[in-house]
């Protein structure tokens, strides 16, 4: 498998960590967002959307982590990502989206270049936008999973919603985010940084 991958971007690191977690082999194509890779013609035939992370399967390309995921998931069954029971994987699959859906697009690399670029917002604007978007996702989280006795988020194993989580607290100690109201999540992401499967994906291992 091919994945075509930014080191610092939160929906690569998911696969990633998915990848190492099935034992997946793929060989790891840099697409460099900062110089604007993604734009480029080549990218842009294999991937219109111009995001990443995109992977190349050898059966065909699939764009999007969560569906990159939940592909990984069926044709890899063990370990399984997703707990058992129709209502705990609908469960699981709501809390990477809060994640995936509400927190991540707000702020990622192209958001921040167009508030930058098209309103002329300064550092200190943009990292109170970012912060903001934050506080308001991983709030919401951490009252969720405040009472779960178990080291992931849905059980004793990690699983989806513990990809989406953690290269968001990864982007939120880079974005300067105090961490201290979370936790819950905090104790979470150390038990899954404690694996190899996640050591591996973060982007100083890259």
């Given amino acids: 498998m091919k994945l075509y991958d930014y080191v610092r971007s939160s929906a690569a690191y998911r696969v990633r960590i998915a990848l190492n977690l099935k034992g997946v082999a793929y060989e790891a194509i840099p697409v460099n967002l900062l110089e604007g890779q993604q734009r480029g013609e080549d990218y842009r035939a294999l991937n219109p959307t111009g995001l990443v992370p995109s992977l190349d399967t050898g059966e065909g390309l699939l764009g999007q982590s969560l569906a990159i995921i939940e592909y990984l998931d069926e044709r890899f ?3 399984p990502l997703l707990p058992a029971g129709a209502l705990a994987r609908a469960r ?4 990477a989206l809060q994640v995936a859906c509400d927190i991540h697009p707000l702020n990622n690399l192209r958001v921040l270049q167009y508030l930058v670029g098209e309103f002329g917002i300064d550092e200190q604007q943009k990292l109170a936008w970012y912060q903001h978007w934050l506080k308001q996702g991983l709030g919401a989280l951490e009252q969720q999973l405040a ?3 178990a080291p992931f988020c849905c059980g004793e194993a990690p699983g989806l919603a513990d990809l989406c989580l953690v290269p968001q607290l990864y982007n939120a100690r880079r974005f300067k985010l105090d961490l201290a109201p979370y936790p819950r999540l905090v104790a979470i992401d150390e038990a899954c940084n404690r694996l190899e ?3 591996r994906a973060r982007p100083e291992s890259r």
């Fill in 197 to 199: 499967a996640f050591q």
């Fill in 147 to 149: 009472g779960v006795d």
């Fill in 92 to 95: 699981a699959r709501a809390l």
């Fill in 77 to 79: 069954p063990e370990p």
